[in-house]
């Protein structure tokens, strides 16, 4: 009978009869009643779906048939009566039973998304019915728990899914909460004077929201499970602002501990040891041009270009992200306060913190991976609080103890105050105290990092310092770079020197050479320097009073944790900055410093300048206390005598008029001039064709006014100068020199080795020349932008 049923099933005259009864809504519920009664009936008489796989198949389609009957009466219009019926019977509990029984991965799925269409219906209100709402929590739990099989990735989607539509009505309807979300008030006595550790991990507390530990524990999946577990999560901790109750069991929930103990588990997936490298069809241009090569990758250090690496990366950065959004969801003051807390004693304390003491070159990479890791935290987060929390540890600012602000409860309050002694409790034992920020800073790691000898280290160093100087100047200005207060008036640069630096800077550039487009290239200089100032965070005090016609007061930096630095003030750079200093120790280098470096210095010294608040006198461009004014600049007209003569000639009898011995300076100074440069050619070409060092080279003065056939030519080298007696004549001369060297002076014993000969490309010179003119064309942008955009840039006399 089964069969002739299955084959009439298929005919077009079955198709057409079925599309009747769905439109008809008496016949469609008769349907609708008989395939619930064979799903009844096929569980039934199945001892163990588990094994009974034509029963399995025979469950799945009557589920199957059930769920698209009521998806298709969705669509309809009313009435709907399968739906009123599938609440009236509560046919979801023996469906709940059947799915959690089986075992069966294809019978859970189809269960699922018969609830789910349940849920979407908006009718009958099943989401506020706790009949419902028990059966479908209980289902969830089941099918994801240990003791359940492993589910697919398609139905754990699913699965996932469903529990996100619950917590979106939840949030539409905050009155839904309480069929969810209940509290377990009987429990024993004895329970409450369990142990310490049990209660810090919230363990007896999931019973009273099932629904949200079930997202929990999907928050650090990839792909839509993730996405759907993390909104869902958040959901649910904004609610918390309508319930004090859900309040404090947050607070006393071990969500805070999940998510800082996954963040750290996802920081320590990444590669202790790192080289920067770039994928061979994406160079950067500049790195191009020069003799740039890859760096070399061991099993132990891994380049940052590897498809894992980056997988675990952005892993970890969703993450920390996540834990933004969360701040930025939650409204509860001591929800957000447990959850920094938590972030803080585990996360930084117990990891980051650690990991930057224990970076070091030697080991190759250690510290470029951390620092890197570092700055792409930094980069990622815009949150003040987390921002603040990072680096008032990192840098170690002063705790500043400040009467906290009333809490929402009471209840909640000592909650909280109870989770913080219980973390406090827990850490103790794990307690280091050669682990203080106080003693070894990120300062002094930056400071010690820019003086490496590896050219990755100070790189990533640099982009460090960069990304930290953008985003968070603030604190920079009292930690990173030593600065000095500038009160009352301020001087500024003039308007002619304004114009002097400027025509300075672009002959610079323009002396270097280049193509003719000059003009179009220094134009979009221009406008990005006008974003990149208009969009610096110390910009916004500056420009808005300019275009605020009210003049109300600009609010000030969010920030609820205590000890986050003031606002910035005018200031200028102290001469003694060690950063600054530094970074001029690398300047001297510029044509042996790697491409990469050249271009995190520069972009640094930037970055240095580009505060509306950092005054540029005196270090970047000249102080007005320098300056020399022309006593007689008024204007004289030439004489037709005057007006032929050559310039140079009028500037030369002027010279000789105000001074008539100046001639007689000049050529007593060219024989030394000509001596230098004879110098410099002599060790050029020492470098080209091999030449004697200079030990060897006696000066050859030069006789101006003489003949030239007076000149005695060089004595020719001798026979024993040959190559085969080349060793014995370098001896002699080294034991003559050394003798004369301990005669002379006694110290000379003590002095430092000469740094080793560097050698570079042609192509490395040209490139870090193009890196040069760019990074003039940003400076003088960068002067003329700030004159434009601060009204107390330039003076006017």
């Known amino acids: 009978m089964d069969f002739w049923s299955r084959l009439i099933a298929n005919t077009p005259l079955a198709e057409s009869s079925r599309r009747e009864t769905a ?35 025979e469950v799945e389609i009557r589920l199957q048939d059930l769920t698209d009957i009521l998806s298709d009466e969705t669509r309809r219009p009313l009435p709907h009566p399968c739906i009123a019926f599938s609440a009236n019977k509560q046919l979801y509990i023996p469906i709940a039973k059947i799915a959690t029984t089986s075992y069966n991965e294809w019978i859970i799925k189809e269960a699922v998304l018969f609830f789910a269409t349940l849920v979407e219906s908006e009718e009958e209100a099943f989401v506020e019915s706790e009949a419902f709402a028990s ?28 529990a996100f539509n619950i917590t979106t009505k939840i949030r539409l309807e905050p009155n839904i909460l309480s069929s969810w979300f209940k509290l377990h008030r009987d429990r024993q006595p004895d329970e409450r004077s369990q142990d310490t550790r ?3 991990e919230g363990r007896t507390q999931k019973q009273d929201f099932p629904l949200f530990y079930l997202l929990v524990d999907y928050i650090h999946h990839e792909g839509k499970v993730g996405d759907f577990a993390r909104t869902g999560l958040l959901y649910i901790i904004e609610a918390a602002s309508n319930s004090v109750e859900l309040e404090q069991w947050i607070v006393e929930s071990d969500l805070s501990t999940l998510m800082a103990t996954g963040l750290g588990a996802l920081y320590s997936q990444l590669s202790g040891k790192l080289v920067i490298d770039y994928p061979s069809h994406d160079l950067p241009p500049i790195l191009a041009l020069s003799d740039y090569q890859p760096p070399v990758a061991t099993q132990e250090v891994m380049p940052s270009t590897d498809p894992g690496f980056q997988a675990n990366l952005e892993t970890f950065l969703s993450h920390l992200v996540f834990w933004q959004d969360v701040l930025n969801h939650c409204k509860s003051i001591e929800v957000k306060s447990t959850l920094l807390e938590h972030f803080q004693i585990i996360f930084l304390q117990q990891l980051l913190y650690p990991s930057l003491l224990e970076s070091s070159d030697l080991d190759g990479g250690s510290s470029v991976a951390v620092l890197t890791y570092l700055r792409q935290i930094l980069e990622a987060l815009d949150h003040p609080d987390m921002i603040n929390l990072i680096l008032h540890y990192l840098l170690g600012l002063p705790d500043i103890e400040t009467t906290s602000p009333e809490a929402t409860s009471n209840s909640v309050s000592k909650a909280r105050k109870r989770k913080s002694m219980d973390l406090a409790t827990m850490m103790a034992s794990k307690a280091d105290d050669t682990l203080d920020p106080l003693l070894y800073t990120l300062v002094d790691l930056i400071l010690a990092c820019l003086r490496s000898p590896s050219h990755q280290t100070i790189h990533v160093t640099l982009q460090l310092v960069s990304a930290i100087l953008k985003r968070h100047h603030r604190y920079a200005v009292v930690t990173l770079i030593r600065t000095e207060n500038l009160y009352g008036d301020t001087p500024h640069r003039t308007v002619g020197a304004q114009q002097q630096e400027l025509e300075f800077l672009m002959s610079l550039a323009g002396t270097i050479g280049g193509q003719d487009n000059f003009d179009e290239v220094y134009e979009n200089i221009l406008k990005d320097t006008t974003s990149r100032l208009e969009s610096h965070p110390c910009s916004l005090k500056l420009t808005v009073p300019k275009i605020n016609v009210n003049n109300h007061k600009l609010p000030s930096v969010p920030d609820s944790l205590p000890g986050a630095p003031r606002d910035v003030r005018t200031h200028t750079i102290r001469s003694d900055d060690p950063l600054l200093t530094t970074l001029l120790d690398h300047l001297e280098l510029f044509f042996l410093n790697p491409v990469e470096t050249n271009l995190g210095i520069t972009e640094t010294l930037f970055d240095l300048a580009i505060c509306g608040f950092m005054s540029l006198e005196g270090w970047l461009v000249r102080h007005p206390e320098t300056y020399i004014y022309d006593a007689d600049d008024a204007y004289q007209p030439l004489s037709p005598r005057e007006q032929g003569d050559d310039p140079l000639d009028r500037d030369l009898e002027k010279m000789l008029t105000d001074d008539p011995e100046a001639l007689d300076k000049i050529n007593k100074c060219r024989p030394s001039q000509a001596a230098a440069f004879q110098a410099v050619d002599q060790q050029i070409l020492a470098r080209k064709v091999g030449l004697p060092d200079k030990a060897k080279v006696s000066s050859s003065p030069l006789k101006l006014g003489g003949n030239i056939e007076d000149e005695t030519p060089p004595t020719p080298p001798a026979k024993d100068d040959a190559p085969g007696a080349d060793a014995q004549s370098k001896s002699a001369t080294a034991a003559d020199g050394d003798k004369d060297d301990a005669q002379s002076s006694g110290a000379n014993a ?3 080795t000469p740094p080793e000969e560097k050698k570079v490309s042609v192509s490395h010179v040209l490139t870090n020349i193009i890196v040069l003119q760019s990074f003039l064309f940003e400076l003088a942008a960068l002067v003329q932008v700030r004159a434009g955009i601060f009204d107390d840039e330039v003076r006017f006399l």
Request: charged share 35%; glycine share 2%.
């Open 198 to 200: 049990d209660k810090f």
């Open 750 to 752: 003590d002095a430092p």
């Open 135 to 162: 059966s479908l929590t209980n289902l969830l739990v089941k099918i994801t728990g240990a003791n359940s099989i492993r589910l697919g990735s398609d139905t754990e989607a699913r699965v996932v899914e469903l």
């Open 23 to 57: 439109k008809d809504p008496v016949r469609r519920l008769r349907r609708f009643e008989k395939e619930y009664s064979r799903l009844l009936q096929a569980w039934r008489h199945s001892s163990n779906l588990a094994n009974d796989y034509e029963a399995a198949e």
